[in-house]
Antibody, heavy 121, light 113 residues
Framework: EVQLVESGGGLVQPGGSLRLSCAAS????????MHWVRQAPGKGLVWVSR????????TYADSVRGRFTISRDNAKNTLYLKMNSLRAEDTAVYYC??????????????WGKGTTVTVSS | DIVMTQSPDSLAVSLGERATINCKSS????????????LAWYQQKPGQPPKLLIY???TRESGVPDRFSGSGSGTDFTLTISSLQAEDVAVYYC?????????FGPGTKVDIK
């Protein structure tokens, strides 16, 4: 069974940092581009970041560029999101998601259950 | 950025009746390499992550019931639930994956009348 399990969320003060992890199982992790998507309480889905298969290519939403860093360790089948300079508006459930398998298939076909980040003093 | 809009914001449909959700993109999402529209639909039930229903605007994901169908092209798209079941109560999102940032619509909440 393909599974993505996020961890690392929690309560952090404004200006603080967190590192989220997403452990993948049941799939050839290194073959897939991966994403982080977030959802603020009671709000819709917002794409955050994307990384290619070997970690050499990354893209970010404007709202997090320069503060968040996406990375991966294919040997550990794990995706990461390092979040610095956190703001109240970063409060959300953070989902990791697998991208479709073929060129241009940038939809997200497998999602984790999410991890909650709360930024508050 | 491509702005995605959805209508209505919410709808209530009787069991067994048709539900129709519209999605509009601010520019074309036609992917020239395969002449398909880079548009996906997701279903999100309370307390759960999103689930992929439809991609390339009209291709049903494996395991998704055939009462769910997607249509449209260019900038206007539709998700149809042909015969609403109780388990279809959820929020539905469209998403363009034509270009970054990969934007989602605001969501449409579907309830039972």
């Amino acid at each position: 069974e393909v599974q993505l399990v996020e961890s690392g969320g929690g309560l952090v003060q404004p200006g603080g940092s967190l590192r989220l992890s997403c452990a993948a199982s049941g799939l050839s992790f290194s073959r897939y581009w991966m994403h982080w998507v977030r959802q603020a309480p009671g709000k819709g889905l917002v794409w955050v970041s994307r990384i290619n298969t070997d970690g050499s290519g990354t893209t970010y939403a404007d709202s997090v560029r320069g503060r968040f860093t996406i990375s991966r360790d294919n040997a550990k089948n794990t995706l990461y999101l390092k979040m610095n300079s956190l703001r109240a508006e970063d409060t959300a459930v953070y989902y990791c998601a697998r991208e479709g398998p073929a060129a241009g298939e940038v939809f997200m076909d497998v999602w984790g259950k999410g991890t909650t980040v709360t930024v508050s003093s | 950025d491509i702005v995605m809009t959805q209508s209505p914001d919410s709808l209530a449909v009787s069991l067994g009746e048709r539900a129709t959700i519209n999605c509009k993109s601010s520019q074309s999402v036609l992917y020239s390499s395969n002449n398909k529209n880079s548009l996906a639909w997701y279903q999100q039930k309370p307390g759960q992550p999103p689930k992929l229903l439809i991609y390339w605007a009209s291709t049903r994901e494996s395991g998704v019931p055939d009462r769910f169908s997607g249509s449209g092209s260019g900038t206007d798209f539709t998700l149809t639930i042909s015969s609403l079941q109780a388990e279809d109560v959820a929020v539905y999102y469209c998403q363009q994956y034509y270009t970054t940032p990969f934007t989602f619509g605001p969501g449409t909440k579907v309830d039972i009348k």
